[in-house]
Each structure stands twice: as structure tokens, then as C-alpha cells.
T-cell receptor, first 115, second 114 residues
Framework: AQSVTQLGSHVSVSEGALVLLRCNYS??????LFWYVQYPNQGLQLLLK????ATLVKGINGFEAEFKKSETSFHLTKPSAHMSDAAEYFC?????????????WGLGTSLAVNP | EAGVTQFPSHSVIEKGQTVTLRCDPI?????LYWYRRVMGKEIKFLLH????????ESGMPNNRFLAERTGGTYSTLKVQPAELEDSGVYFC????????????FGSGTRLTVV
């Protein structure tokens, strides 16, 4: 079985500050991990994914995440927040075969960026 | 290339009525997925098509939901009869290969059952 916990349903940062969105997962099989972003009135967009290659994954818009197996974490970071980063962010996990391919999602974290 | 298109974008129906949601995947994408987000809860998987076949329908909540993908192109998700708890945002996604997790999602259909 797989599950995802996102710590903090709402996070607020100042423009230019570090963004840290937390994600912990549980998986009985080697996990694939994802971060998606949803901007207002838009669909879900893939930010980055970990599929068992490099543990530090770089994504779009300056975001990156590090897979830490010992901590079962996949936290999302960005060194300097921009106003345009305000959105809802979702962490998801899946397996890599059969009916484990479906994405299991966290509840989401809404990021606000203050001027 | 055109993205994943879903319509309608919003639908408000009364309890007991029928609603059909449609998803047009990216051309050439054999894999099509439906997900749903109920307010205050996580996004949940509903089902996965490979071409016109249901690969995994383990997330379909009950037999009031019927998904089809005739000809392996667009897909429809019918809810009949709709209940209040069916309200939420229904997302469709597509991918070319079965192992490609970089799904492209549509903007979703917001369904409200009153």
C-alpha cells in the first residue's frame, strides 16, 4: 500500500524567501515520486519526478526535490520565491508496475507569496 | 500540440440526474486516466484506459459511474444517477507510454450536485 502526507495545508512566504514544501510517503514497493502544481483555473502540471535515477531532481521554474529513502521524504524547495509561484502543490507516489502505476496523492499545500 | 481537453468545465445538476463528462486526450496518447478530487480530500484515481481497454478500474466508486473509451480516442465518464457526494473536480490525463508518468492533465470538470 502507498500513501502520501503533505505537512501544512497552507504555507506563506515572502517574495525572495526560501520555499519548502514537505512531503513524506509510505510505499511497500520502490516508489516513484512526483510534485505537481495547479495554478488557479488551470490543470495539474508536472513540476518534477523521481523515478529511481538521481536522488536530487530538478524541475521547472527553479524547483527541486530530494529523495531521501531513510527519511521517506521528498520535500520540494525553491531558493527564492516569486509571486508567480502562488499555487497549490501536490505530492504523489506510485509504483512502477501493474496496478501500482496509479498516482496516490497528498492533500495538497496551498502556497501564498507575499510581496 | 493540443493539450488534454475536458468539457464541460463546470456542471451543476440536481441529485438523481445524469451527467456525462468528456475527455479528449492528446492525439496518439494510448493511456488515459480519470482522477477525482472531492472538496477537502485528496485527489483519487478512478480508472486507467489503454486504448479502448480498461487497464485498471479499481478506483471507480460504485456502479453509478460508467467510463467508456470507444475507438481508443476520447473518453466519457457518466454518472447516473448523481448523488451529492459525487460533487468534486474530475481530472483527465493522458500519456503516450504506459510507463510515462509525466501525464498531461486537463483543466478538469467541476461537478456540483445539488
Amino acid at each position: 500500500a502507498q500513501s502520501v502526507t503533505q505537512l501544512g495545508s497552507h504555507v506563506s512566504v515572502s517574495e525572495g524567501a526560501l520555499v519548502l514544501l514537505r512531503c513524506n510517503y509510505s510505499s511497500s514497493v520502490p516508489p516513484y515520486l512526483f510534485w505537481y502544481v495547479q495554478y488557479p483555473n488551470q490543470g495539474l502540471q508536472l513540476l518534477l519526478k523521481y523515478t529511481s535515477a538521481a536522488t536530487l531532481v530538478k524541475g521547472i521554474n527553479g524547483f527541486e526535490a530530494e529523495f531521501k529513502k531513510s527519511e521517506t521524504s521528498f520535500h520540494l524547495t525553491k531558493p527564492s520565491a516569486h509571486m508567480s509561484d502562488a499555487a497549490e502543490y501536490f505530492c504523489a507516489v506510485s509504483g512502477n508496475a501493474g496496478n501500482n502505476r496509479k498516482l496516490i496523492w497528498g492533500l495538497g499545500t496551498s502556497l501564498a507569496v507575499n510581496p | 500540440e493540443a493539450g488534454v481537453t475536458q468539457f464541460p468545465s463546470h456542471s451543476v445538476i440536481e441529485k438523481g440526474q445524469t451527467v456525462t463528462l468528456r475527455c479528449d486526450p492528446i492525439s496518439g496518447h494510448d493511456n488515459l486516466y480519470w482522477y477525482r478530487r472531492v472538496m477537502g480530500k485528496e485527489i483519487k484515481f478512478l480508472l486507467h484506459f489503454v486504448k479502448e481497454s480498461k487497464q485498471d478500474e479499481s478506483g471507480m466508486p460504485n456502479n453509478r459511474f460508467l467510463a467508456e473509451r470507444t475507438g481508443g480516442t476520447y473518453s466519457t465518464l457518466k454518472v447516473q444517477p448523481a448523488e451529492l457526494e459525487d460533487s468534486g473536480v474530475y481530472f483527465c490525463a493522458s500519456s503516450k507510454e504506459i510507463g510515462d508518468y509525466g501525464y498531461t492533465f486537463g483543466s478538469g470538470t467541476r461537478l456540483t450536485v445539488v
